[in-house]
Structure formats: structure tokens, C-alpha cells
């Protein structure tokens, strides 16, 4: 599907150790397809939910759920990609709690993305960064060198210094962005730590949560009245309306993808950081497209001093992931003498 799932097949048949250990075009192509995915669907869903009007966020996530089943599925019968087949251990030891933090990311964050400008949402969603930090130290044991931290703490500060400063603070949207941060955190953790391809592999945690959480979405959405006004909404048939719903839809299942492929070339802090980088563009572009966004200097420099966090630790990443291993120029004379 990209350049990154190419490089990685070429890993799984050459040496073990490619396997283990992804090229750095891999790491850099896979941020840049999450970035790229991300950044599309917010400037589609919010067009979808505030310039149309569109009512029903659950039913718009059921879309995404379906397109991800239906696309993965007909992958797999014809053979481009592999998944194992459903067994018993599947939902309990091999994907739980994933399915849960999954529908819980979908719905949170179509909601909050309905109820805050651009720009806000954008700000806001920094705390996934930190709140992912803390996850891989206490679930996945990783270790982030003081540098790394400074940068994420600056991505906060700037945060906390653009939202000081909302001139049109929405209390409903601020609860439904903070629990978003906490499911998009948990979800790229636990992602990360169930992506064995021994197990479910990236495609078969994609398709199996799906799976098991489309159902209980529909039914949270029919005993909300979300269905309801999704099917008396008076824009079906506007034709441009209906291609940005099935855009929406074909973009959720990218995402999702892009993300797990991020995540599993990367880390789940790392992706965050490229969301991070992506959401500040998409301000920038909102302050000057979006119409709803109401200048503020403190908010602006917040916004800047995101960015720059964000670059920050790009930057450290990939130098340490471009830094020459040091070379034992012992070993060198010894193998060319022998």
C-alpha cells in the first residue's frame, strides 16, 4: 500500500535482524503517511460537522469502522495481506483492552472536533503527547533521555498558553478533547504492545477491533438519537455532501492504519508528536480558512511555542536515528588481514 509496507516486506525476507530493526525510510515514510492522513481527515471531518452541519459523530465513526472491515477483508481474500482467521483467544488475551479505547478515541474525538474551532482542538490535543510518555514508561518500560522530555514539556507549555487565552471556551468540548487525549495515549501504547506479528499483526489488531466494536457503536448511537438525525439529516442528497461522507470514511480507515504503521516503525510518543506537528499546521491553516477563530496574541505565541517543541524533538529523534554507529577499527584491520 505504501513505500513503508514495501520496505517492510523486504525486511521480513531478508536477515532476522531486518525484521527488528526497520530502515530509517521506513520510520520516516511511515510518520510522513500518518502525518499526511491526519491532516487530511480533520480538515474533512470538520467540514463535514461544522460546515454542514452534519449531526451524528458516532454514525460518521460506524462509517470509518465499516470501510476499515470491508477493506480489510477483501485485502486478505485476495491475498495482499495476511491476518489470522478469528479464534476464541482473540478478544480477551490477544487485543483487550484495545477494542474499548479504540471506539472510545472515534467518539471523542469526532465529538470534540464538532464542538471547539480548529485551532483549539489543535492545542489541545498536545496532552495526548505527554500522557503517551507516561504510558510507554509504565506499560512498555521505555526510558526518553532529558532532551526528549524538555521538548515534550515545551509542546505543554505552549498548550497551556494558547488555551489560557480561548476566547471561546467550550466546556463540553474541552471534557470530550482531555478524554481524547487519554484514549488516543492508551490506544497507541497498547497498540504498540499487541502488534506482535506472531499474533494479530498490524492488520489483524486494525480488523478486529473494528470488528467487535462496530455493533456496540451502532447501538450507543441508535439509543442516543445519533442514528436517528443521521438518517433524517437534509443533505443526502447533495452529492458533494455524500463524497466527503464516503471520504471520511475511506480517510478513517487510513488513518487507523497510518497510525498502527507509525507506531509499529516508531513508537507510540513518536506519533504523537508527528499528530502534534500536523494539528499546529492545521491552526495555522485554520486561523486563515476555518472562520471561526478569534485572534489572540497570547494564543498565537502558545501556538509558535508548540511548534517549535514539536520540531525540537523531531529533530532529536531523527539524528538519533541518522547518527553512524561507531565503527571498531580493531575488528575492520582484523577482518581485512584475515
Avoid at 480489510?72 to 478469528?86: A, E, G
Avoid at 498548550?159 to 484514549?183: C, K, Q, R, T
Avoid at 447501538?219 to 471520511?248: P, R
Avoid at 480507515?253 to 504503521?261: A, D, E, W
Wanted: one cysteine or more.
Amino acid at each position: 500500500m505504501t513505500a513503508a509496507c514495501q520496505a517492510e516486506a523486504e525486511g521480513a525476507g531478508g536477515e532476522p535482524g531486518a525484521a527488528r530493526l526497520p530502515s530509517r525510510v521506513a520510520r520516516l515514510l511511515s510518520a510522513l503517511f500518518y502525518g499526511t492522513c491526519s491532516f487530511l481527515i480533520v480538515l474533512v471531518n470538520k467540514a463535514l460537522l461544522t460546515t454542514y452541519g452534519f449531526p451524528s459523530p458516532i454514525f460518521l465513526g460506524i462509517g470509518q469502522m465499516a470501510a476499515t472491515i470491508m477493506i480489510l477483508y477483501v485485502s486478505k481474500l485476495n491475498k495482499i495481506i495476511h491476518f489470522p482467521d478469528f479464534d476464541k483467544k482473540i478478544p480477551v488475551k490477544k487485543l483487550f483492552p484495545l477494542p474499548l479505547l479504540y471506539v472510545g478515541n472515534h467518539i471523542s474525538g469526532l465529538s470534540s472536533t464538532s464542538k471547539l474551532s480548529l485551532p483549539m482542538f489543535t492545542v489541545l490535543r498536545k496532552f495526548t503527547i505527554p500522557l503517551t510518555l507516561l504510558l510507554e514508561t509504565i506499560i512498555l518500560g521505555k526510558q526518553y533521555s532529558l532532551n526528549i522530555i524538555i521538548s515534550v514539556f515545551a509542546i505543554i507549555l505552549g498548550a497551556f498558553i494558547a488555551a489560557g487565552s480561548d476566547l471561546a471556551f467550550n466546556l463540553e468540548g474541552y471534557i470530550f478533547v482531555f478524554l481524547n487525549d487519554v484514549f488516543t495515549a492508551a490506544n497507541g501504547v497498547y497498540t504498540k504492545q499487541k502488534m506482535d506479528p506472531k499474533e494479530l499483526g498490524k492488520y489483524g489488531v486494525l480488523f478486529y477491533n473494528a470488528c467487535f466494536m462496530i455493533i456496540p457503536t451502532l447501538i450507543i448511537s441508535v439509543s442516543t438519537g445519533d442514528l436517528q438525525q443521521a438518517t433524517e439529516f437534509n443533505q443526502w442528497k447533495n452529492v458533494l455532501f455524500i463524497l466527503q461522507f464516503l471520504l471520511s470514511c475511506f480517510l478513517g480507515f487510513l488513518l487507523m492504519y497510518s497510525t498502527v504503521l507509525c507506531s509499529y516503525y516508531n513508537s507510540a510518543l513518536t506519533t504523537a508528536v508527528v499528530g502534534a506537528i500536523k494539528n499546529v499546521s492545521v491552526a495555522y491553516i485554520g486561523m486563515l480558512i476555518g472562520g471561526d477563530y478569534i485572534f489572540s496574541l497570547l494564543n498565537f505565541v502558545g501556538l509558535n511555542i508548540c511548534m517549535a517543541g514539536g520540531l525540537r524533538y523531531s529533530f532529536l529523534t531523527l539524528s538519533s536515528q541518522l547518527k553512524p554507529k561507531p565503527v571498531d577499527e580493531e575488528n575492520i584491520r582484523l577482518d581485512l588481514k584475515s
